[in-house]
């Protein structure tokens, strides 16, 4: 059974740091992409960032150069570290695993319970 458990979610005033984890099992953790995606009240969910399996890194512009994604493939963990924090970035944040399968034409994806962060004074 595959299980994205994210953590480390919470209310921050602007300006500040938040650390999301998200550790994974049931999975082959070293071959997928790990991301973050957020989505905020009457929003549709977002993209953050996203690690490849390589290690290579893709941003959403919003958040470049405040926040920075990383893995441990030695714990199946991904984190999200947030700087920089502001009202715009509160949302509930969702851990992410994907990659391709031959012959399909959809990746397989499985998706976390999600970790609210709220950025507000």
């Known amino acids: 059974q595959v299980q994205l458990v994210e953590s480390g979610g919470g209310l921050v005033q602007p300006g500040g740091s938040l650390r999301l984890s998200c550790a994974a099992s049931?999975?082959?953790?070293?071959?997928?992409?790990m991301g973050w995606y957020r989505q905020a009240p009457g929003s549709q969910r977002d993209l953050v960032a996203v690690?490849?399996?390589?290690?290579?890194?893709k941003y959403a512009d919003s958040v470049e150069d405040r926040f920075t994604i990383s893995r441990d493939n030695a714990k199946n963990t991904v984190y999200l570290q947030m700087n920089s924090l502001k009202p715009e970035d509160t949302a509930v944040y969702y851990c992410?695993?994907?990659?391709?399968?031959?012959?399909?034409?959809?990746?397989?994806?499985?998706w976390g319970q999600g970790t609210l962060v709220t950025v507000s004074s």
């Open positions: 992410n695993a994907r990659r391709s399968v031959p012959g399909a034409e959809n990746d397989l994806e499985h």
């Open positions: 690690v490849a399996s390589g290690g290579s890194t």
């Open positions: 049931g999975i082959i953790f070293s071959i997928y992409t």
